[in-house]
Nanobody
Framework: QVQLVESGGGLVQAGGSLRLSCAAS????????MGWFRQAPGKEREFVAA????????FYADSVRGRFTISRDNAKITVYLQMNSLKPEDTAVYSC???????????????????WGQGTQVTVSS
């Protein structure tokens, strides 16, 4: 069975940092691009960051570019989201997702992703 398990969420003050982790199992991890999405109460799910299967290519939402960094460790079968300079508007449930894409591609589209984790809560206080 496919499992994506997020961890590292919590409560942090504005300006602080958190690192989210997503441990994968049940998939050929090196053949999947990975992404992070978030959803705040009353808002649509939005793209945050994505990384290609090799880790060579990354993409970010404009709202997080320069503050967040996505990375992956294929040996540990884990993808990370380093979040710095956090703002209250970053408060959301953050979910990890896996996408089987051709070549070394990555995607910002929800429809590209076939597997999702349960999410982890990130709360940023002002």
């Amino acid at each position: 069975q496919v499992q994506l398990v997020e961890s590292g969420g919590g409560l942090v003050q504005a300006g602080g940092s958190l690192r989210l982790s997503c441990a994968a199992s049940g998939i050929t991890f090196t053949r999947h691009a990975m992404g992070w999405f978030r959803q705040a109460p009353g808002k649509e799910r939005e793209f945050v960051a994505a990384i290609s299967r090799s880790g060579s290519f990354t993409f970010y939402a404009d709202s997080v570019r320069g503050r967040f960094t996505i990375s992956r460790d294929n040996a540990k079968i884990t993808v990370y989201l380093q979040m710095n300079s956090l703002k209250p508007e970053d408060t959301a449930v953050y979910s990890c997702a896996a996408a089987y894409l051709p070549m070394d591609a990555a995607s910002r589209l929800v429809s590209s992703y076939s597997h999702w984790g349960q999410g982890t809560q990130v709360t940023v206080s002002s």
